[in-house]
């Protein structure tokens, strides 16, 4: 599977049923070449004028099931919402 047929998969918390978004990028592990999680954009900031300021890192453990239109995720969205200057 190709990262841009990833992003156009919708992400759906398995918890409470809430919509994440769509992956926009991927964490690697440089050494193993496996996919360490997904990242996701987060909530927008004043109706989407002013760009995001966090965003989901969901590992791949946390990965329920991946479908032909959806990715299922079981998540603390607090746990998993990071600042973008974080994650790199």
């Known amino acids: 599977m190709r990262l841009c047929q990833l992003q156009k998969m919708e992400v759906i918390n398995v918890c409470d049923g809430e919509r994440i978004g769509y992956p926009e990028d991927l964490i690697f592990d440089l050494k193993s070449g496996k996919i360490q999680a997904i990242i996701?954009?987060?909530?927008?900031?004043l109706f989407g004028t002013l760009g995001r300021e966090k965003e989901f890192v969901i590992p791949v453990c946390q990965i329920c099931r991946v479908g032909r239109e959806v990715i299922l995720v079981e998540i603390e969205k607090e746990k998993c919402l990071q600042k973008i200057q974080d994650v790199l």
């Open 40 to 45: 996701v954009p987060g909530p927008c900031k």
